[in-house]
């Protein structure tokens, strides 16, 4: 559809506006691909990291749940084992890249695994404690030096 427009300037410009075609693309119908690089076993930290990169055409973008359960389906792990993280999708759509980390027990992930991520992957919320008692044992943890900081801030039980 072409029209003529006049601009602030009084000169009469014709601009074009197509409209395309979009179809329902139910989540069946979308194939994702996931493709790993960069894959490297890490002995210290017990696990397997990698690079991941997602071609997911006609669909915004791919849920970290899924991610883990094709990930680990591949692996031949459990998706609890399986931290997806910093997922970015690029310009123009339909490919995403991010992280992923492969621990090899749920122990180990515990151990290395930022709380944030394990509560993000639960899917629990952080118990926070009152102000007044978080600015007490802030406090009290200045008064000692060194280990003693953990058992000041375990408190007395």
């Known amino acids: 559809m072409i029209q003529n427009v006049r601009n602030s ?24 691909t996931i493709r790993t690089n960069k894959v490297m076993t890490n002995r210290l930290l017990a696990r397997r990291q990698m690079v991941v990169e997602i071609l997911h055409p006609n669909r915004a973008s791919v849920p970290k749940v899924e991610v883990r359960e094709k990930l680990a389906q591949m ?8 931290f997806a993280y910093g997922f970015q999708c690029h310009f123009g759509g339909g490919r995403s890249t ?51 900081k953990t058992k000041v801030a375990a408190g007395k039980k």
């Open 98 to 148: 991010g992280f992923a980390l492969i621990y090899d027990t749920a122990d180990l992930a515990k151990k290395f695994e930022p709380k944030y991520r394990l509560l993000r992957q639960t899917g629990t919320k952080a118990e926070k404690s009152g102000r007044k008692q978080r600015k007490e044992r802030k406090n009290r943890q200045k008064k000692v030096r060194g280990t003693k």
């Open 9 to 32: 300037f009084g000169k009469t410009i014709a601009f074009s506006l197509f409209v395309l075609a979009v179809n329902d693309i139910n989540e069946g119908d979308s194939v994702v």
């Open 75 to 82: 692996y031949k792990t459990t998706p609890d084992l399986v």
